[in-house]
């Protein structure tokens, strides 16, 4: 089977979340990351394990929100709970979609801090930017990017959030060196994520419906952790959001059956390098 390129994963994701923005009203669908809006059928496949992955997120509060900012909620996680963000900070938000993780964090860091969410999709930065309108927070704003070539300048952030995207990356090595890059030193990554124990096969990552979906772009949590390591971070935590007392950071490569997890992953740019 034909492995895409780098580029034609972007090309895919891209298409997959602009016609998401695109077509969402509210009242009409709920969105959620993994599946087509069209039907049911979870990321291209007919098994519905996967849906507990996408559902029942925040524990933070969301409730001062509009709908359109809510209804518009593609995680898989809450890494405003895991960030724990504090007045004055600069955040950055890979992948920022409609915006809700930005404007949780837009409030907890105050009118002394600033968040910065960037996204490749033009129809989801044109919903976040008028999405922040309708909040009415000054201290964001939204950047068209890529992750893997972040438009932040060098050592600017305090910390990193994101929410269900680096798993859609088709290089997550380089995205790991952009937010090493653009820490400050001392600067920490709180991030949910799809990441798995055990590997897909080059069959079913060449399945764009799942990859898009937040499922078959995954990594073995080994693999993810060494890219993690590899771009320069320390005090790495990979837990699964389901069973979060067990720490996964440091087992090996998974052989068996491939195990999908929402994770929550902490780390920090300790500045030694
Ligand atoms: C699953 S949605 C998550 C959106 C948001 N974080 C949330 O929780 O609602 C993935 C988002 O990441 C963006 N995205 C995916 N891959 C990207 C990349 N390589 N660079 C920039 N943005 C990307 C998509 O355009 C989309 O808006």
Same mark, same amino acid.
């Given at each position: ?12 994701? +891209? @298409?997959?979340? $602009?016609?998401?923005?695109? &077509? /969402?009203?509210? =009242?009409?669908?709920? %969105?959620?990351?993994?599946? #087509? ?94 999405? +922040? @309108?309708?909040? $009415?927070?000054?201290?964001? &704003? /939204?950047?068209? =990017?890529?992750?893997? %070539?972040?438009?932040?300048? #060098? ?111 902490? %780390?920090?740019?300790?500045? #030694?390098?």
């Amino acid at each position: 089977m034909t492995q895409l390129t780098p580029e034609q994963i972007h090309e895919e994701v +891209q @298409a997959r979340y $602009g016609r998401i923005a695109d &077509e /969402f009203k509210l =009242g009409v669908q709920t %969105a959620a990351c993994c599946g #087509d809006g069209v039907n049911n059928t979870c990321c291209g496949s007919d098994d519905a394990q996967y849906d507990t992955l996408f559902s029942n997120l925040y524990s933070a509060d969301t409730g001062w929100l509009p709908e359109d900012v809510t209804a518009l909620s593609l995680g898989c996680g809450d890494p405003i709970t895991l960030a724990q963000l504090t007045p004055g900070q600069t955040v950055l938000d890979l992948g920022s979609g409609g915006g809700i993780d930005c404007f949780m964090a837009a409030r907890q860091v105050g009118p002394d801090g600033y968040v910065i969410g960037v996204d490749m999709t033009p129809a989801m930065l044109e919903k976040a930017r008028r999405n +922040q @309108a309708k909040v $009415g927070l000054t201290n964001v &704003e /939204f950047r068209q =990017g890529q992750i893997e %070539a972040l438009p932040v300048t #060098d050592n600017t952030v305090d910390v990193i959030i994101s929410n269900c995207v680096i798993n859609l990356s088709p290089d997550k090595a380089a995205v790991f060196h952009e937010a090493y890059r653009v820490l400050k030193p001392g600067g920490r990554i709180a991030v949910s994520d799809v990441v798995t124990q055990g590997q897909f096969t080059p069959e079913e990552r060449a399945n764009m419906a799942a990859w898009t979906g937040c499922i078959t772009g995954a990594e073995d949590v080994a693999d993810y952790v060494a890219a993690m390591r590899a771009a320069g971070f320390s005090a790495i935590s990979v837990r699964d959001k389901a069973n979060p007392d067990v720490e996964l950071s440091g087992v090996q490569r998974y052989t068996g059956e491939v195990k999908v997890l929402s994770a929550r992953v902490t %780390a920090v740019k300790s500045g #030694d390098r």
